[in-house]
Structures are given as C-alpha cells and as structure tokens.
C-alpha cells in the first residue's frame, strides 16, 4: 500500500528536510522512526527539501508499506518515536501511483516578519524587522508575480531551468506582524528567501524599488539583497 | 554602579541558568555577551537557578561596572551579542546594596499544559496533558498553599531547611489550556515540578486525592508521583 503523510516541524536545528550525506535531515529522523515503530525500513519520499533552519507546517512525503495499519496507529506510531519538534499530522493510503513530489500541485509558503522586538520564545519562527513602508512594499510585489527567470532570485545551478511562476505573493499585515504568502507550482532553491531580502530592502529603504524588476530583467544575483533568513519561513501547505 | 537586570530565555538548551562545572549555563553565555561588549569581566548575580529547560519571562540578576552607560545601551549592547534564545529586557541602575536574591519578595512560577497535543512550534513551551479533571484539581490545589515541609516534593540535600510557604496556587483555564501560577517567596529545587507531577497524577484519575495531603504530612519522597516536564515552567516574574 501507498500512503501519504502530512508533517510539521521545527526545522532550527535540522539540515532542511532531505537526507544529506553530512548531517541530520528531517527525512532521516522519520525514517528512524518507522523503522523503530516497524522494524522494516520504510523509505519517504518528500514532496522538495526545505532548507536548513526553514520550517514546515504541511510538508507531505509518501510511502510504501505492506502493514495493515490504521491512519491513526501510523500517526501515533511514528510520533511516538520522533523528538517534540517534529510531528506527523496524518497518513492516508492513496493510490499506488501517488507521488508527492510530482503530483503536487501547488505550494504554499509562508514568510513571517515581526514589527516588535521578538522574545526567546518567537525568535525562533519570525524575523524582526523594524519600519517596513507597506505602500512600497505592495506596490511591489505585483513585479515578481506570473512567470520569470528569477536566475538572480537562486543559487545558480549550470543548466538549470530557473523559469517558473509565481502564481500570487500577498502581504497580510496586523498590528504585530507582516506575513508574506507566496503560491506557485515549484519554486528555486533559495527562491522565497531570496525575493524576501530584495522585498525587505525595498520595504526599509535600502534598495530602491526599481531594484525588483531590474534583478528580473537582468537576471543579475549581484544586484540581489542579501538572502532573508531561514528562521522565518514556513512551508504551510502542499495542495494536490 | 550596580545595576539590575531582567532576562527572558527559552531553557530547552541550556543547563540551567547558573554556571555549572560540565554544562553551558545561561549565565554563563550573559557574561560571555558583557565580555564582548565591554571587554572587561562583569560577574553576573542571578536571583535563583532555574533547572535545566525551564524557561524564564523575567528573571533577575545583579551586576556591578563603573561603565557610564544608559539603560537603552546595555540592553542592545548585550542583546546583540546573545543567541536568539536569550533576550535582555532591561536594565535599571539600582543602589548599591540591592541583591538580587536577598532582596526578591515573591517569585512567580506559571506551569502550561495544553489540553490539545502539541504543535512542532508550542511543544518547546507547554506540556500536553488530555483529559485533567479541573473539580478535583481546583480542590486539591489549597492544600499546597501556606507554610509546610516540602520534603517529599524536592531533592534532598541533607540538613536543609525544606519549609517553604506558598502565598498562592491558581488555576486558570482557557479552551485551549491548563495554567498553573505558583507565588511564593522561594521555592525548594524541583519542587514545582514535583508539586506539578502530582497535581497531574491526581487530575488524570492515576492518582488518589488524598495523596497530596498524605505527601506533605510523611514527607515521604517514594509516594511523589514523577516530577512533570521542565518545558512546561516559566520564571514568570520576580517581585522587589
């Protein structure tokens, strides 16, 4: 049977979500999992890595496995045996040729700015960033939507296609916050992050606004801001 | 010029907040941050040791420098050379026999268990507890309050004095949460905890009403049910 699993974690003090050859991901600290709550190995397959330090809150692997269990004694099984900071959220069998990665059909991302100073107990999933001129900001995030080359926007991979389509970035603010969403199909490497640096240098005056289009334009990464940190960015949903 | 401080930290990583022999204490990171700071070596005096994991919203420390610098440039000063986790809130010059410790009238401790099983993002700071029985809680919880030997609710250390008094125990209850608050001029190491783990052991129906009673009266460490989690508790504030 295949399965698909829904999972949140707090990536802080992992490696991102892939298996990496030098250090702990997310996807090895489940794998232990089900191989102490199954004694078979059972291998998971995410629907994209996460980042060092990036968080998730529906990140999606499947799965395969003969064992007849139920939903819920998968979820209690596996978190059981996996540390406080990561938790399965559900597993459902589906079709034998679901596939996480490439039957995903949007991702939904979710970047997190407090206008106060954070405390030690929000520090770890916001970034702080004082006197953000929203009507700069809105005015600018139109730029970035629909389909680019956002080559300056990732780390440059030779031979990469580095097209792809962002299908709505969103400011929400609140009286404490400004939340960023961003929806597409697929996204770069570094890609949010990377949009996010140019959006808060624009938003705070250190980069003129004309910078966003012309990063698009030029396909330039030297002209691009420095990339926002992990701490405040949340994989939030996978839609199929 | 002595100075008082209040702090905020998360506990999870750390060893405590004093200084230990084979661990990282928070005090110990504080006066590594006034260190590169100030370049000279500031002591710092806290008003107590929390355990390790336990968090703080505002714990106190004395320090003595003859630096001439306001509050405001402590507080960044030293906040920008502190992990995330660990945040300055204030710092007050006092007269020059204030002592953090002698000086504290009434700490408050606040205990958080989430009725709901946790999130990746709330697991560092409460406890997930389901089904506690809030009637029979409510009538246990005056049983800790005033002056008794708290004996069989901490660790021993022979020849200490282990009567302490509690000023109050409140329960406040949310949809989402239990919320314990303890106020007392000192409390004894564990004892919390140790009065936590069994207010939990009597609520979930593990444990009879009347061992409460029966604890405090034989001071008999062998009937304490397990002392609860150290992520759940806050150094709340600490009243002058």
Known sequence: ???????????TDYAGFQ??????????????????MTQTDIRIHG??????????KGQVFHFDSDLP??????????NGRLPNGIRIRSVHEVHARFHARHD????????VISKGEGTPFSNRYEVHVKDIDTDVVRAVLPVFE???????????VKGKDTVRTIRSLTLKETRTHHVFTFRGQSFL??????????????????????????????KDRSLTPPT??????FLERIIY
């Open 1 to 11: 049977m295949r399965y698909k699993a829904v999972v949140s974690y707090d990536g």
């Open 19 to 36: 298996s990496q050859r030098n250090a702990v991901g997310i996807q090895d600290i489940i794998e232990k999992a089900f191989r102490l």
């Open 47 to 56: 629907a994209g890595r996460t980042d060092k330090g990036v968080h998730a």
């Open 69 to 78: 269990l139920t939903s819920e004694t998968w979820v209690r099984g596996v």
């Open 104 to 111: 995903a059909k949007e991702k939904i991302y979710r970047y």
């Open 146 to 156: 629909g389909t680019h080359d956002f080559r300056g926007f990732t780390k440059l």
């Open 189 to 218: 490497r570094y890609m949010v992050r990377s949009i996010m640096g140019t959006i808060i240098a624009i938003g705070t005056g250190q980069a003129d606004p004309g910078l966003a289009r012309e990063i698009l334009e030029t």
């Open 228 to 233: 926002a940190e992990a701490r405040g960015l």
